[in-house]
């Protein structure tokens, strides 16, 4: 038995993933000014690489990209531990 097989029985649980596009440092007095339709810049752009994380362990990596006016992540590196 593969390990994809041994853990189908788990296909139904929901894991939470994160995917790190920027960080930033702002100000309280920032924060407060923000509203909706508000825009943070950040240094990354479609095309960059990011990390992606499943329940906080490095999972794998991927490349932000921008698919009918929507950002995303395609996968480009996943690791299995």
Same mark, same amino acid.
């Given at each position: ?29 920032? %924060? $407060? ?5 508000? +825009?943070?810049?950040?240094? &990354? ?5 990011? /990390?992606?994380?499943?329940?906080? %362990? $490095? ?5 932000? +990209?921008?698919?009918?006016? &929507? ?5 480009? /590196?996943?690791?299995?531990?």
């Amino acid at each position: 038995m593969n390990p994809q097989e041994e853990i189908a029985p788990l296909g139904d649980v929901p894991v939470e993933i994160e995917v790190e596009l920027d960080r930033r440092v702002m100000t309280t007095r920032e %924060v $407060l000014r923000l509203e909706e339709g508000s +825009v943070i810049e950040t240094a &990354r752009s479609a095309g960059e690489n990011i /990390d992606i994380y499943i329940g906080g %362990v $490095l999972c794998g990596s991927g490349e932000v +990209v921008v698919i009918e006016n &929507r950002l995303g992540v395609r996968i480009t /590196d996943f690791r299995e531990n």
